[in-house]
């Protein structure tokens, strides 16, 4: 509490403004009320003449600008600021009620933020939904006419020359490309919407191992690597033509067996690939993929599903850093877990655990934090 009187000058300062402005009483009185006052606020004009009484009234705390207060120290607080005028005799005072407001101001400068970063992140991920759909149909409309266009010379029994042969194949593989991409931002989207629902079925998990890698086939040779499936049963004897059911989101588990097997050509460096898939007696299956590749180090092997994460430059490998987080995103909506173990020039090996039979509960996966 600071009371003034008509010429500005302090005439009376409490306890408490003592602690609040870093001055004795015996500093405060008589001292211009100026002095508590940032320069910049300050009237050239005004001086210490009747201009805090002529026209007194009392204003309530603040009225909605930002005020600021002035320590001995230099140091600036934003306040709030109550001014009754009374009289005593024939004597007009100010009495000034200063309450600092610093934390306040910022943990309103927080929400404001935290309501601003908020209001950035749908305008994004509705714009990311938007341009994916828009993105998604030229693109199946490209991959269509492709495939239109071999389906039109095998008909006619016409053998395309090499070179056009492997310009077709690169074509295809580019679109599968842009098309991996696109569905990452999609699923991106839906994922921040929580959007994204699983449609199970009874599937064979070897069965859709064998289709995935028949449909990365190209990459796979191009790569110089090659895939080895094994199928294990709960007594760990291998068989080529052994299964591995649940009850899965097909499209869904095939978006995580293609993103392990396309880091693991990306990375593999021509070397071989194992794939694995097994059951064991706890009613679960169980999804390895190694390659023997570059390996990732140990600070990078927790963050490395996380979204827009990766362990390399995006400059030399390419990539949206999305596959791996939606890969873990969709694992962990069918109940499973998916982790990595890796060494530096050594490989990684990608292991995915899936309950056979689905929990309890909606089927949907949660739109993460």
């Known amino acids: 509490m600071v009371i003034v009187d ?29 002095a508590l006052i940032p320069l910049r606020f300050r ?38 600021i109550s001014l009754s005028p009374f009289r005593d005799g024939d004597e007009t005072y100010v009495m000034s009620a200063i309450r600092d407001v610093t934390e306040r101001k910022r943990l309103e400068d927080r929400a404001r933020l935290y309501r601003q970063a908020q209001e950035e992140v749908r ?6 939904s938007i341009a994916s759909h828009e993105l998604r149909t030229p693109v199946t409309a490209l991959q269509l006419q492709l495939q239109l266009f071999q389906r039109y010379a095998d008909r006619a029994g016409v053998v395309l020359p090499r070179e056009m042969h492997e310009k077709v194949e690169a074509l295809e593989r580019q679109i599968r490309r842009i098309a991996l991409l696109v569905n990452e931002l999609l699923d991106l989207s839906r994922l921040r919407l929580g959007k994204l629902e699983l449609r199970r079925e009874e599937l064979d998990l070897a069965e859709l191992a064998r289709e995935i890698i028949a449909n990365l086939q190209s990459e796979i ?16 004897a291998a068989g080529a033509a052994g299964t591995v059911t649940g009850a ?38 169980l999804l390895e993929v190694r390659d023997q590749g570059i390996g990732i180090a140990p ?20 990539g949206l850093g999305l596959g791996l987080y939606i890969a873990r995103q969709i694992v962990e909506a069918h109940g499973g877990e998916i982790r990595v ?18 929990a309890r509960g909606p089927e949907v996966a949660a739109s993460p934090t």
Request: cysteine-free.
């Open 6 to 34: 008509r010429q500005g000058r302090i005439v009376f300062a409490n306890g408490l403004a003592e602690q609040l402005f870093g001055y004795t009483r015996a500093e405060l009185a008589g001292r211009p009320i100026e």
């Open 43 to 80: 009237d050239p004009h005004q001086g210490h003449r009747q201009g805090y009484t002529a026209a007194s009234r009392a204003r309530p705390m603040g009225l909605g600008l930002d005020l600021f207060g002035l320590r001995k120290d230099g140091v600036e607080f934003a306040a709030e």
């Open 123 to 128: 305008e994004r991920d509705e714009f990311l």
């Open 221 to 236: 040779d191009l790569s110089g690597s090659r895939v080895d499936l094994q199928v294990m049963g709960t007594a760990g």
């Open 248 to 285: 899965w989101d097909r499209l869904r588990l095939g978006q995580v067996l293609t993103n392990l097997l396309v880091n693991a050509v990306k990375f593999g460096q021509g070397k071989p690939i194992s794939v694995t898939v097994e059951r064991d007696g706890a009613g679960r299956a």
């Open 299 to 318: 600070e990078h092997q927790a963050r490395v599903f996380g979204r827009f994460e990766r362990a390399v430059s995006a400059e030399h490998f390419g």
């Open 341 to 358: 173990e890796s060494t530096p020039g050594d490989g990684s090996t990608f292991r995915v655990e899936l309950p056979r039979t689905p």
